[in-house]
């Protein structure tokens, strides 16, 4: 069961994160949805903490429709890590973890079109704990992307996901975001 949390906690917590703004999350950003994110029942709820043993299955997504959209509006949600491969040295910002389109509102993410696999989060037990987004964004009408449109499901091909550029390109607009810190399973504080 995901938790509620409120817009102006969700902002603190990116901001406090060093994720508001960032390149993926514009100073303006305001949430025009609420993203419920949750692995076995346990909810994400703005920075929580899971272990590597926590994610290995994707989780379930859902998401609350915005006021006044049609009923023929869809999403994008991407899963992205801008710190790998460590906090540190994040030279293959943005990691592509997941990217599924074509969503309805109040449905699971599983129902829209899987662009890119889901792929656990598996920082290393060495490295600090890695801030992951789950970014939710409005597509315009009548978008229909492809697999080619993300790039392949290699693990090289998906580091260095340039999502401004790519969102951007398809005329996405952020209209939802969670996130939660991830870390080995053998990872001490």
Do not use: C
């Amino acid at each position: 069961m995901a938790s509620q949390l409120q817009p102006e906690a969700l902002l603190t917590s990116l901001s406090r994160a060093g994720l508001l703004p960032s390149p993926v999350i514009p100073a303006t950003f305001k949430p025009a949805v609420e993203v419920s994110v949750s692995f076995n029942e346990k909810p994400v709820v703005a920075g929580n903490l899971f272990r590597v043993s926590e994610v290995s299955q994707a989780p379930e997504v859902t998401f609350t429709p915005e006021t006044g959209a049609s009923g023929t509006t869809r999403y994008t949600l991407i899963l992205t890590d801008p710190d790998a491969p460590t906090p540190d040295d994040p030279k293959f910002a943005y990691w592509r973890h997941w990217v599924v389109s074509n969503i309805e509102p109040k449905k699971s993410s599983t129902t829209g079109k899987t662009l890119t696999q889901y792929l656990a989060p598996g920082p290393k037990d060495e490295s600090k704990p890695h801030r992951y987004l789950y970014l939710v964004y409005r597509e315009p009408e009548g978008l229909k992307l492809e697999k080619e449109d993300v790039g392949g499901e290699e693990f090289v091909q998906r580091r260095s996901f340039q999502v401004k550029e790519w969102v951007e390109k398809h005329g996405l607009e952020l209209v939802g975001v969670n996130w939660m810190l991830g870390a080995g399973d053998g990872w001490k504080e």
